[in-house]
């Protein structure tokens, strides 16, 4: 019994259908429901309410039984394995259109979403009534956003089309409408008071983005050869919709800048540990990662391990270092405004 409930278990944190904090739940009433000798969902709905359970709490215990039967063994069907993961299948028709590894990651996580969805209620996956129902239940039951509910769409309607072959009629309906909303500026004092309490590295990333109107990930991607600190100018490779640009680095900024990169540089003939490094070049030009014109500008301090090689590599600084300074500079500026490091962008 055991054996079983690891597995299952186990099978919830890979295929991520549930959230990470609601798996022990799912896992304790698979347990009363073992407990119980495996009765029928009706059966086990009523044991549960006579044992004066919430309502929420019995569909979850139902929706739990539902996902055990499809991951049993013994239950599932004979040529199921057979099939491809609709998941994986996504990924790789992605990676071949060369879509962006954030938008593979957001992609197939809401395919898993829906596919668990459809699982947890019985529904065809394929069925065009199903892709409403769950656009329905995002707005209504979730209350997500717009822009969310949109990205969701997006990810579900590449599945049917890429994956599936099929094009789901009466679809346009559950697309949702993006409120206009104006971006919140900051003042050119209130920008100088951010400055003035940002410190360390985060800071200087913040006031590169300003400087050239970067975003977040644009600034953090940077490499020693794609900053021209004497022509005050930065190319930014790859960035939204794949496209290269050349923008502006402003000449206060310059001199902090050097004294950052040549630390790095002092540093470098100590690390043996490549860079990561986009694409084929890594196998292309195999000591690249240890080059000083690939170095990231703003090197995280840990090591971690290549997703495609599995090999350790460096990486930039995280974006939640350079997120929290900037709250905490906000804060001490004594600024009311909600000031965010895109803000700094607009």
């Given at each position: 019994?055991?054996?079983?409930?690891?597995?299952?278990?186990?099978?919830?944190?890979?295929?991520?259908?549930?959230?990470?904090?609601?798996?022990?739940?799912?896992?304790?009433?698979?347990?009363?429901?073992?407990?119980?000798?495996?009765?029928?969902?009706?059966?086990?709905?009523?044991?549960?309410?006579?044992?004066?359970?919430?309502?929420?709490?019995?569909?979850?215990?139902?929706?739990?039984?539902?996902?055990?039967?499809?991951?049993?063994?013994?239950?599932?069907?004979?040529?199921?394995?057979?099939?491809?993961?609709?998941?994986?299948?996504?990924?790789?028709?992605?990676?071949?259109?060369?879509?962006?590894?954030?938008?593979?990651?957001?992609?197939?996580?809401?395919?898993?979403?829906?596919?668990?969805?459809?699982?947890?209620?019985?529904?065809?996956?394929?069925?065009?009534?199903?892709?409403?129902?769950?656009?329905?239940?995002?707005?209504?039951?979730?209350?997500?956003?717009?822009?969310?509910?949109?990205?969701?769409?997006?990810?579900?309607?590449?599945?049917?089309?890429?994956?599936?072959?099929?094009?789901?009629?009466?679809?346009?309906?559950?697309?949702?409408?993006?409120?206009?909303?104006?971006?919140?500026?900051?003042?050119?004092?209130?920008?100088?008071?951010?400055?003035?309490?940002?410190?360390?590295?985060?800071g200087l990333v913040v006031r590169m983005i300003y400087s050239g109107g970067m975003r977040l990930s644009e600034a953090l991607a940077l490499r020693i050869q794609d900053c021209n600190?004497?022509?005050?100018?930065?190319?930014?490779?790859?960035?939204?919709?794949?496209?290269?640009?050349?923008?502006?680095?402003?000449?206060?900024?310059?001199?902090?800048?050097?004294?950052?990169?040549?630390?790095?540089?002092?540093?470098?003939?100590?690390?043996?540990?490549?860079?990561?490094?986009?694409?084929?070049?890594?196998?292309?030009?195999?000591?690249?990662?240890?080059?000083?014109s690939w170095q990231f500008v703003f090197p995280g301090t840990g090591v971690c391990n290549d997703p495609d090689t599995?090999?350790?590599?460096?990486?930039?600084?995280?974006?939640?270092?350079?997120?929290?300074?900037?709250?905490?500079?906000?804060?001490?500026?004594?600024?009311?405004?909600?000031?965010?490091?895109?803000?700094?962008?607009?």
């Amino acid at each position: 019994m055991y054996v079983e409930l690891n597995e299952f278990q186990d099978q919830l944190k890979k295929k991520q259908i549930v959230p990470e904090k609601s798996i022990k739940y799912f896992v304790y009433w698979i347990r009363q429901y073992l407990i119980l000798d495996s009765p029928d969902e009706v059966d086990f709905s009523r044991a549960l309410d006579a044992d004066a359970r919430e309502d929420w709490q019995i569909r979850q215990a139902v929706d739990a039984v539902r996902l055990y039967k499809y991951f049993s063994l013994e239950e599932r069907p004979e040529d199921s394995c057979a099939e491809e993961d609709p998941v994986e299948l996504v990924r790789s028709s992605l990676r071949v259109k060369h879509y962006s590894e954030k938008t593979i990651r957001s992609y197939c996580n809401w395919c898993r979403r829906y596919l668990g969805f459809c699982l947890s209620r019985e529904f065809d996956n394929r069925a065009d009534q199903s892709f409403r129902d769950y656009m329905t239940y995002l707005a209504l039951n979730r209350k997500v956003a717009a822009s969310t509910q949109n990205q969701s769409f997006n990810a579900v309607l590449f599945l049917f089309r890429n994956v599936w072959n099929q094009e789901p009629t009466d679809i346009s309906g559950v697309r949702a409408k993006r409120p206009q909303r104006l971006p919140a500026v900051l003042s050119q004092e209130e920008v100088c008071r951010v400055f003035k309490k940002a410190r360390g590295v985060p800071g200087l990333v913040v006031r590169m983005i300003y400087s050239g109107g970067m975003r977040l990930s644009e600034a953090l991607a940077l490499r020693i050869q794609d900053c021209n600190v004497e022509n005050c100018s930065v190319v930014i490779r790859q960035s939204k919709s794949n496209k290269d640009r050349v923008t502006l680095l402003g000449r206060t900024l310059v001199p902090d800048l050097k004294t950052h990169i040549n630390k790095l540089k002092n540093r470098l003939p100590k690390e043996k540990i490549p860079m990561f490094l986009p694409g084929a070049i890594a196998r292309k030009y195999v000591e690249a990662g240890l080059k000083w014109s690939w170095q990231f500008v703003f090197p995280g301090t840990g090591v971690c391990n290549d997703p495609d090689t599995g090999k350790s590599v460096r990486y930039h600084l995280h974006p939640s270092a350079v997120q929290r300074e900037m709250k905490r500079a906000v804060n001490a500026a004594g600024i009311s405004k909600r000031a965010t490091v895109h803000t700094m962008r607009h």
